[in-house]
């Protein structure tokens, strides 16, 4: 295995920063982690994971899809995308990068492919690193997940003062590749002795092995109608923060703009937590909170494991506990249902 020292990682990303863009977690002003592309003087944050997920380099928060204007009687459209560059994504953790296939079935597998997100795809290489100390509020064991050894183009770990990496796709070889001048060849027994750590402290979190048993698509009905619904969106505010945070919530809108004597048509994140997310000419089949509220969850736990093969569209991050300024999230949906009594499940309006 190759690995280097980590007082030696900044002359890394200078290597790898000098031909192609590095992006990777730094500390922020108030103290938590954002990605950014690498510069001279950049320092790799030490955080566990970012505040938004890394999803943001393939489905950003605003995108232009097309430009277009009249000249006379014809309609002049432009495609405003640029070229891309290879990129590389450093410290992306395993609940991102779960989530990057989990948004890959929707836009990737499904017809039509979205050819915007396929081409920062295509240009990325995704570098992983492994958890040496999960949080409280980690869980992504539970949907099977392994933080001490992510998925990946590149696998790498942090262990007794250095940066382990491991390439498992050819994107990742390519990586290996243009690092191995800094990169030194030695055993693996630091690397097993830190997954063997990070295995005990996972297996310690307190929703590590929250039971998902219930949550099954032959009992979809079931669930829709339990009475837990409406019990838990009364204090829901629909602020969204939970949507936009979230490493696999892939729902946006299109609106066009005036802009230079022609129209912008751009897209832009949206919430299903939002009254008007489902607002039509006609009407809006999501009148409540409490309906805004069970499409969230129902999604993530029942619809999307449905249409891919038992695939929950939660990957266990922990943002949501995290981040929602009333402490609802889904570990405590689950257990609110987990915990009825299940000839009692189904209850209240529908």
Same mark, same amino acid.
């Given at each position: ?32 982690? /954002?990605?950014?592309? %690498?510069?001279? +003087?950049? #320092? ?5 994971? =970012?505040?938004?997920?890394? *999803? ?96 990946? /183009?590149?696998?790498? %770990?942090?262990? +007794?003062? #250095? ?5 498992? =796709?050819?994107?990742?070889? *390519? ?112 009148? =409540? ?62």
């Amino acid at each position: 295995m190759l690995s280097i020292s980590s007082e030696k990682i900044d002359s890394l990303f200078e290597l790898l920063g000098t031909k192609e863009e590095l992006y990777l977690p730094v500390d922020n002003k108030s103290g938590k982690a /954002d990605f950014a592309k %690498w510069e001279k +003087g950049v #320092k790799l944050s030490s955080a566990l994971k =970012t505040v938004r997920s890394a *999803k943001d380099f393939f489905f950003p928060k605003t995108e232009n899809l097309v430009n277009y204007k009249m000249n006379g009687q014809t309609v002049e459209i432009e495609d405003p995308r640029k070229d891309l560059q290879d990129f590389v994504i450093f410290g992306v953790r395993a609940c991102d990068a779960k989530g990057f296939d989990i948004i890959d079935e929707v836009y990737l597998k499904m017809t039509p492919v979205d050819s915007y997100y396929k081409n920062r795809r295509d240009h990325a290489t995704v570098v992983t690193l492994a958890c040496t100390d999960p949080a409280q509020t980690c869980f992504c064991s539970a949907y099977g997940l392994e933080a001490w050894n992510p998925a990946g /183009d590149v696998t790498s %770990w942090l262990a +007794g003062g #250095k940066f382990f990496f491991r390439a498992n =796709t050819p994107k990742g070889e *390519k990586f290996i590749e243009k690092a191995k001048s800094l990169l030194t060849e030695e055993n693996d027994s630091e690397v097993k002795k830190e997954e063997d750590s990070i295995k005990a402290k996972v297996e310690k979190l307190p929703f590590a092995h929250i039971d998902l048993s219930k949550w099954q698509g032959k009992d979809m009905m079931k669930i829709f109608n339990s009475k837990i619904w409406a019990d838990l969106s009364q204090t829901c505010l629909g602020c969204g923060t939970c949507t936009y945070i979230c490493p696999t919530c892939m729902c946006f809108d299109v609106r066009d703009f005036k802009s230079n004597g022609g129209i912008k048509q751009s897209r832009c994140w949206d919430s299903c937590m939002y009254s008007d997310f489902t607002q039509m000419a006609a009407a809006n089949p999501r009148l =409540t909170q409490k309906e805004r509220f069970r499409q969230r969850f129902m999604h993530k736990l029942v619809y999307y494991p449905m249409a891919h093969n038992d695939v929950f569209s939660c990957v266990g991050c922990g943002r949501c506990l995290e981040s929602c300024p009333i402490h609802m999230n889904v570990v405590k949906v689950i257990k609110a249902y987990n915990e009825l009594p299940q000839d009692n499940a189904e209850g209240g309006a529908k």
